[in-house]
């Protein structure tokens, strides 16, 4: 069992407020520092410093938070665990991105639960930002990302490259070979601001000294399968995994643009917390799922 006054320091970490973690923990302010204080002379250091009136983690304080975070989310699987036994089920709970859960993994996923139809998976799709949140809470086990993110709080392994290519629809007035400069005077489709395929175009676009920006006219959406249909009805130009556009351009509902002097690639990441006792267990789960 987690220590309590571990998960006070778990919510005032999140909060970086001890009010607002009284609050949600429904003790005294008193009793929050109370327990940090016992926290700070059983481990013989400081863990939250002020600056000015802003609480901030000592150094100290951030070793401890990603160790409590992966205790946490321990804790949390094997409560799950335990309570699959009493019941004779197993269950695997994880995350994937939006195209990799919509097209990247489907095959290998429905592959893995023809061979193991003992077993109860519930996926979680989202973006890079709210995974590993799920992660860090113990929501999901694990989570296959395209986005960027701090790998000092993660083990990692690669699940594939993925490239990007640009696309429009058939009928769309653009040539199927352009330079970047071309380019840049078309409309572009693109994902929001929290999408990996997103940051990652920037990204690429910045190596260029370019940005978003520097398309006349652009459409943000919310989802890829919207990105993919405004694009094959010749809204514009956009760019999207290879494999989640694979068929749309084989059946002539997409013509895939190829762009001089420009291209994006991008590495998939299996991850779960750094230090979790059931690393092997990850490891066995990404021999499975990658084929």
Known sequence: MLDFRIHTFLCVCRYMNY???????????????????????????????????????????????????????????LKQRLQDLQQNNKSVAFGATHTIGEFEIIDRLADFLHEHADVNIRMKIADTDKLLKAVDEGIIDFAIVEGFFDQDQYETLLFSNEPLIAVCGPDYDAPSEMSLADLMRYRLIVREKSAGTRELLERSLAEHSLTISDFPLRHEVGSPQAVKGLTCRNCGVAFLYEKSVRQEVNDGRLKEIAIRDFSVTHAVTFLWRKGSMYSAMFRQMYNQLKG
């Open 19 to 77: 009010t607002k973690a009284a609050a949600e923990l429904q003790i005294t302010q008193p009793a929050v520092s109370q327990h940090i204080r016992h926290l700070e002379k059983e481990y013989q250091t400081k863990l939250f410093d002020y600056t000015g009136k802003r609480l901030e983690l000592t150094q100290a304080g951030q070793i401890l938070l990603n160790a409590a975070t992966t205790i946490s989310h321990d804790n949390v699987m």
